[in-house]
C-alpha cells in the first residue's frame, strides 16, 4: 500500500532561519506529489504541486520542493521562513494509472516559527 | 469563485448515533472526496463521489456513507457513531481528472 512518511513531526524556528520539511513515499510507479498547508483555523491550501518535469518546483509564498525520483523524496523548503508561516504542513501523494485521485497524506509536521 | 462550504462547522453527538455532513463543491467542479482527519494525523481518504456515485473507497466501514447530488453537492453519513470518530472531516472538490483540490473548512464532530 502507498504510503507518506514525514520525518518532522513538530519544528521550531526563529525568523530567518531556513527551513526544509523533509517527506517520502512508498510507490515505485508515476506520482503526483503535493505539498499543502494548513494555517491555524484555516482550510487546506496547497503551497505547490509536482505531476512531472522540472523536478524543482516553486510554489506559492517563497516554497519550493524537489523531487528526488531516486530517494522517493519531495522535501519541501524556504530559504527564510517568517513568522507567518507558523502553520501545520503536509505532504500528499497520489499515485498510480487509473486511479481516483485518492490523496495519501503524510502525519505532518508542525511549524513553529518564533518572531 | 466561490470554494467549498461546509456545514456544520462543529458538532456533538453521542456515541450510537447518526450524523450528516453537508459539503457545496467549489463552483466548476464535478468531483467530491471526503477526508477524516484525527487529531495530530494527516487528512485519511473516505471516499470520492463523481457523477452521483462512488467512485474510490478508503478504509473505512460501511457506516459511512455518501451522496452526491446533481449540482455536486454532497453529504457524508456516520451511522452508529464511536468515539474514533471523533474528528475533523474535510470535503474537497475536483474537476475529475484534474488534481487541482480545494478543501473546506471542516467540519470537527466530536462524540461523547
Known amino acids: 500500500a502507498q504510503s507518506v512518511s514525514q520525518h518532522n513531526h513538530h519544528v521550531i524556528l526563529s525568523e530567518a532561519a531556513s527551513l526544509e520539511l523533509g517527506c517520502n513515499y512508498s510507490y515505485g510507479g508515476t506520482v503526483n506529489l503535493f505539498w499543502y498547508v494548513q494555517y491555524p483555523g484555516q482550510h487546506l491550501q496547497l503551497l505547490l504541486k509536482y505531476f512531472s518535469g522540472d523536478p524543482l518546483v516553486k510554489g506559492i509564498k517563497g516554497f519550493e520542493a524537489e523531487f528526488i525520483k531516486s530517494k522517493f523524496s519531495f522535501n519541501l523548503r524556504k530559504p527564510s521562513v517568517q513568522w507567518s508561516d507558523t502553520a501545520e504542513y503536509f505532504c500528499?501523494?497520489?499515485?498510480?494509472?487509473?486511479?481516483?485521485?485518492?490523496?495519501?497524506f503524510g502525519q505532518g509536521t508542525t511549524l513553529q516559527v518564533k518572531p | 469563485e466561490t470554494g467549498v462550504t461546509q456545514s456544520p462547522t462543529h458538532l456533538i453527538k453521542t456515541r450510537g448515533q447518526q450524523v450528516t455532513l453537508r459539503c457545496s463543491s467549489q463552483?466548476?467542479?464535478?468531483?467530491v472526496s471526503w477526508y477524516q482527519q484525527a487529531l495530530g494525523q494527516g487528512p485519511q481518504f473516505i471516499f470520492q463521489?463523481?457523477?452521483?456515485?462512488?467512485?474510490g473507497r478508503g478504509n473505512f466501514p460501511p457506516r459511512f456513507s455518501g451522496l452526491q447530488f446533481p449540482n455536486y453537492s454532497s453529504e457524508l453519513d456516520v451511522n452508529a457513531l464511536e468515539l474514533d470518530d471523533s474528528a475533523l472531516y474535510l470535503c474537497?472538490?475536483?474537476?475529475?481528472?484534474?488534481?487541482?483540490?480545494?478543501f473546506g473548512s471542516g467540519t470537527r464532530l466530536t462524540v461523547v
Open positions: 463552483s466548476g467542479h464535478n468531483t
Open positions: 474537497a472538490s475536483s474537476v475529475t481528472g484534474n488534481y487541482g483540490y480545494t
Open positions: 463521489y463523481y457523477r452521483e456515485e462512488e467512485n
Open positions: 500528499a501523494v497520489i499515485g498510480g494509472s487509473g486511479n481516483t485521485g485518492k490523496l495519501i
